[in-house]
């Protein structure tokens, strides 16, 4: 049973520290995506990569927010430094996007970012 | 640009009562529109989807069928149960404006009593 990973689940920190989360799509998907849900906001799309090149992070503030894929089987989103407004659960979704198809995102569990 | 209108939550219900939750969208061209759905502390899994004009999608009991009339993608379930008990999301995809992204609605809570 293929399922999009991430870790950690929980993190607390504080204020100006640095922020790491990572993500492992399924394998054999070739686009990830990062989404953060805050009760204001709902879900945004931060972020999202297509055979491992940025194609969209016109949703992540760029001063203190990056995304990179090392390589096909991990997805990184930073934060540096962390402020209390970054407070959110951070999702990433993988998927096979193939042309003219319309395939399904699968989600992963998500980490609930607590930033004091 | 895009995007999606859900009714205001939340929702509560008692068992085996009949589920409406309203969904309207903005886009242009031809999306694809998706209802997803969040259980408590997971995160979003599909429910169901249509990609053009009059489809239905239907899955594990719920529906709902695609308008462009109405630009509406309305969720239905004709009897509910206590595992229903989640948050649901509307979506739209527009390949032709936006690619692969997705545009969500609020999420609506929808509670469902023994």
């Known amino acids: 049973d293929a399922r999009v990973t991430q870790t950690p689940r929980d993190k607390v920190t504080e204020m100006g520290q640095e922020v790491t989360m990572r993500c492992q799509p399924i394998?054999?998907?070739?686009?990830v995506f990062w989404y953060r849900q805050t009760m204001m906001q709902g879900l945004e799309l931060l972020a999202y990569?297509?055979?491992?090149?940025?194609?969209?992070d016109s949703g992540m503030p760029k001063d203190r927010f990056s995304a990179e894929m090392p390589d096909a089987t991990l997805a990184t989103l930073k934060i540096q430094p962390s402020e209390p407004r970054d407070s959110a659960v951070y999702f990433c979704?993988?998927?096979?996007?193939?042309?003219?198809?319309?395939?399904?995102?699968?989600f992963g569990p998500g980490t609930r970012l607590t930033v004091l | 640009g895009d995007s999606v209108t859900q009714m205001e939550g939340p929702v509560t219900l008692s068992e085996e009562a009949f589920l409406t939750i309203n969904c309207t969208y903005t886009?242009?061209?031809?999306?694809?529109l998706f209802w997803y759905v969040q259980y408590p502390g997971e995160g979003l899994q599909l429910l169901l989807k249509?990609?053009?004009?009059?489809d239905k999608g239907s899955n594990k009991g719920f529906e709902a069928t695609y308008r462009k009339e109405t630009t509406s993608f309305h969720l239905e379930k004709g009897s509910v149960q206590v595992s229903d008990s989640a948050v649901y999301f509307c979506?739209?995809?527009?390949?032709?404006?936006?690619?692969?992204?997705?545009?969500f609605g609020e999420g609506t809570q929808l509670t469902v009593n023994p």
């Open positions: 249509a990609t053009k004009a009059d």
């Open positions: 979704a993988s998927g096979l996007v193939l042309r003219d198809r319309n395939n399904e995102q699968f």
């Open positions: 990569f297509r055979n491992r090149a940025p194609l969209d």
């Open positions: 394998l054999g998907h070739n686009t």
């Open positions: 979506a739209l995809k527009n390949q032709e404006t936006s690619g692969s992204r997705l545009t």
């Open positions: 886009a242009t061209g031809y999306p694809s």
